[in-house]
């Protein structure tokens, strides 16, 4: 089966930086996705890490390490449109297929 | 591009009910997903398509859920008969099986389902 552990909610100060990890156990592994939903909206795709390391895209990168089971989503120059909720999902060894945290409910404000 | 589409977009209906929740997916798209969430499970995976054909229906909760994709650009889920346990938000999602998984999965809005 698959454990899943992020943060339920973390609040941040617009214009700031902050680290939404997520720390996983699987049958295997193949990579990892982050999502991020809007209330009331779909989830849309962030990143996808495969490799150990950093992956950047604009204000926001993805970090990845197998070994420990752990990556983390960071966001730069937090907006408050950034207010969401932020899905870490592995995928298991012979799957494409995500498994979906709880997520992490980010609340940026003024 | 019309991205997934899902419909209804909200459905109220009473216990003992049959719901049926209709999706597309973006045509070319030939892995489907339906996901069920709520705020105590998130985000769970209940069945998915390989072109067309059901390849892991094990997430589906019980033999009061049924999933059927009788072409590449359609598919149905449905509850018969529903319960309220069953009211969550109801997301069907889509990929280009083959594609690199950097392009992610696309999902629809989702449909609203509250049972009463």
């Known amino acids: 089966g698959q454990n899943i552990d992020q943060p339920t909610e973390m609040t941040a100060t617009e214009g700031a930086i902050v680290q939404i990890n997520c720390t996983y156990q699987?049958?295997?592994?193949?990579?990892l996705f982050w999502y991020q939903q809007h209330a009331g909206e779909a989830p849309t795709f962030l990143s996808y890490?495969?490799?150990?390391g950093l992956e950047e895209k604009g204000r926001f990168s993805s970090f990845l390490s197998r070994s420990k089971g752990y990556s983390y989503l960071l966001l730069k120059e937090l907006q408050m449109k950034d207010s969401a909720s932020y899905l870490c999902?592995?995928?298991?060894?012979?799957?494409?297929?995500?498994?979906f945290g709880r997520g992490t409910s980010l609340i940026v404000h003024p | 591009d019309a991205g997934v589409i899902q419909s209804p977009r909200h459905e109220v209906t009473e216990m003992g009910q049959e719901v049926t929740l209709r999706c597309k997916p973006i045509?070319?798209?030939?892995?489907l997903f339906w996901y069920r969430q709520t705020m105590m499970r998130g985000l769970e995976l209940l069945i998915y398509?390989?072109?067309?054909?059901?390849?892991?229906d094990s997430g589906m909760p019980e033999d009061r859920f049924s999933a059927k994709m009788p072409n590449a650009s359609f598919s149905t889920l449905k509850i018969q008969p529903s319960e309220p346990r069953d009211s969550a938000v109801y997301f069907c999602?889509?990929?280009?099986?083959?594609?690199?998984?950097?392009?992610?999965?696309?999902f629809g809005s989702g449909t609203r389902l509250t049972v009463v």
């Open positions: 999902a592995p995928h298991p060894g012979g799957s494409y297929i995500p498994t």
């Open positions: 999602a889509s990929r280009e099986r083959g594609r690199s998984a950097n392009y992610g999965y696309t």
């Open positions: 699987t049958s295997g592994f193949n990579g």
């Open positions: 398509f390989n072109n067309n054909v059901p390849i892991d």
């Open positions: 045509s070319g798209h030939n892995s």
């Open positions: 890490n495969v490799l150990d």
